[in-house]
C-alpha cells in the first residue's frame, strides 16, 4: 500500500490505543494483526474492511519503525510509562504524520483554514487538495475518512451546521515537555524542510490541535535537535539523526 495515499478508512481512538498496547508487547505482525482482529472485528463486519483498517494500524504502530526507528521506539515508551491517558493522542498523531504523508497534508490544510474559518467542511478539505494536487481521484474518499477520524479523536467537533466542524485550536496539553519535544521532533521529521524557525515550527498549521509550552532552551538542550541561531536572531531547529 502506497504510504502517501494509505489513510483511507475511519480510525478510531480504541483501536489505535490496542494496536499501541499490542506493539509495546510484540513485533511479531501476525500476531499483532490476530489481535486486532479481535478488537477492529466488534465494529466493523466486512472481512476487506477490517484487512485494510488493520493495515493502518499496523503501520502507525509498527511499520512506522521502518521510517523513524528512534522516534517510534520512543512512542512505544511512553505509551507504556505514561499514566496521562491524554497523551496516548500526541502518540498517535505524532506517529501518523510520520508514516502518512497524506495525512500531515490534510490536517496542514484544516490548520490552515482553523486560523481564519471557525468551522471546515469535507468540501473545503477537497478544494484545497484539488488546487495543490491538480486532482483528487481515489484520495476523494481518504479525505472524507480522514475527517471522520479527527471527529472520532475530538479534533473536530459539531457545529449547528450539517456536515461543518469546528477544529479544536491548541487545546491538546501534554503531560511533560519532553512528549511536546517528542510530537515536535515528528512533525520536523514529517515537513518537508530539513530545519525550520522555532517560532514557525511551534506554529506548523498540521499541529493546530496542540497546545506547546516549551522555550527553545528546552530543544536546545534535548538531544533530539539542534539549534543554531541566524543572524536575523532566528533559532533554526533541525532534528539530530538517532536512527
Known amino acids: 500500500m502506497d504510504?502517501?495515499?494509505g489513510f483511507n478508512r475511519n480510525i478510531f481512538l480504541p483501536w489505535l490505543d490496542a494496536a499501541a498496547a499490542f506493539c509495546a508487547e510484540t513485533d511479531d505482525p501476525a500476531e499483532i494483526r490476530a489481535r486486532l482482529e479481535a478488537v477492529v472485528g466488534q465494529d466493523l463486519?466486512?472481512?476487506d474492511a477490517r484487512r485494510k483498517t488493520i493495515d493502518i494500524l499496523i503501520n502507525i504502530w509498527l511499520k512506522s519503525a521502518d521510517v523513524a526507528p528512534a522516534l517510534h521506539a520512543e512512542a512505544v515508551s511512553w505509551f507504556q510509562a505514561t499514566q496521562v491517558l491524554s497523551d496516548?493522542?500526541?502518540l498517535h498523531y505524532g506517529l501518523t504524520l510520520v508514516y502518512y504523508p497524506f495525512f500531515r497534508e490534510c490536517v496542514a490544510i484544516i490548520g490552515q483554514f482553523s486560523r481564519h474559518e471557525?468551522?471546515?467542511?469535507?468540501?473545503m478539505v477537497k478544494q484545497r487538495l484539488v488546487?495543490?494536487?491538480?486532482?483528487?481521484?481515489?484520495l476523494d474518499r481518504s479525505a472524507e475518512r480522514l475527517v471522520a477520524s479527527l471527529r472520532n479523536w475530538g479534533i473536530?467537533?459539531?457545529?449547528?451546521?450539517?456536515?461543518?466542524?469546528?477544529p479544536q485550536r491548541q487545546v491538546l496539553t501534554a503531560s511533560s515537555t519532553d512528549l511536546e519535544a517528542w510530537l515536535l521532533a515528528c512533525a520536523l521529521?514529517?515537513?518537508?524542510a530539513e530545519e525550520l524557525p522555532f517560532a514557525d515550527l511551534l506554529h506548523l498549521a498540521e499541529l493546530f490541535p496542540f497546545h506547546f509550552t516549551l522555550a527553545v532552551d528546552h530543544l536546545r538542550a534535548h538531544p533530539w535537535f539542534g539549534v543554531q541561531r541566524q543572524g536575523a536572531g532566528w533559532d533554526m531547529v533541525r532534528v539530530v539523526s538517532r536512527e
Request: cysteine-free.
Open 131 to 138: 488546487a495543490e494536487r491538480g486532482h483528487l481521484g481515489s
Open 189 to 192: 521529521r514529517a515537513h518537508p
Open 3 to 5: 504510504k502517501g495515499i
Open 45 to 47: 463486519k466486512g472481512v
Open 88 to 90: 496516548h493522542l500526541w
Open 156 to 166: 473536530l467537533t459539531e457545529t449547528d451546521q450539517r456536515h461543518a466542524y469546528a
Open 118 to 123: 471557525g468551522v471546515i467542511t469535507n468540501k
